[in-house]
């Protein structure tokens, strides 16, 4: 028995097609309700960030939903504290190396390695981040050409 392809079965043929490819297409550009950026020492341009286990780069973009939550991990052998550039009010509070929220009078402050931050967002919009880098822990350290300035753009939907 052969099938005769009609105008309009070739027509919802070319939908079922298009919303197919369309549900993929949504699935992967959906948000998240969690985000994780290390930041990490390097020799070439001295510190990046990685943001969920991607390549460590200067610049990161992220998409995220409204609520959702940042956290920011320094790995580098100096300090960095987190300032927000643009965007609306956000929560900053610090957070040990087991997730436990601590007491200090500067969350935004990753004072040593193994601090951590979490940024949670309540407003959609969008936000920029950079770190202000402080001195190293240790002497000695050695890196190659100018410091790259750490830059987070963060779109809340």
Not at 26 to 51: D, E, K, N, P, Y
């Amino acid at each position: 028995m052969k099938l005769k392809l009609t105008i309009p079965m070739l027509a919802l043929l070319i939908l079922a097609a298009a919303g197919v490819a369309s549900a993929v297409a949504f699935a992967s550009s959906s948000t998240t309700t969690h985000s994780a950026l290390v930041i990490r020492h390097q020799v070439r341009g001295c510190h990046a960030w990685a943001l969920n286990g991607g390549a460590l780069k200067s610049l990161q973009t992220v998409t995220i939903h409204r609520d959702a939550s940042i956290s920011v991990t320094n790995n580098d052998v100096m300090s960095h504290k987190i300032v927000k550039t643009s965007g609306s009010a956000v929560t900053i509070t610090r957070i040990n190396s087991t997730g436990m929220k601590m007491t200090a009078t500067s969350p935004a402050f990753l004072g040593h390695m193994g601090a951590a931050a979490k940024i949670t967002f309540s407003h959609a919009g969008t936000y920029t981040f950079t770190t202000k880098a402080g001195e190293d822990y240790m002497p000695g350290v050695k890196t190659i050409g100018e410091d790259h300035v750490l830059k987070l753009k963060v779109i809340v939907s």
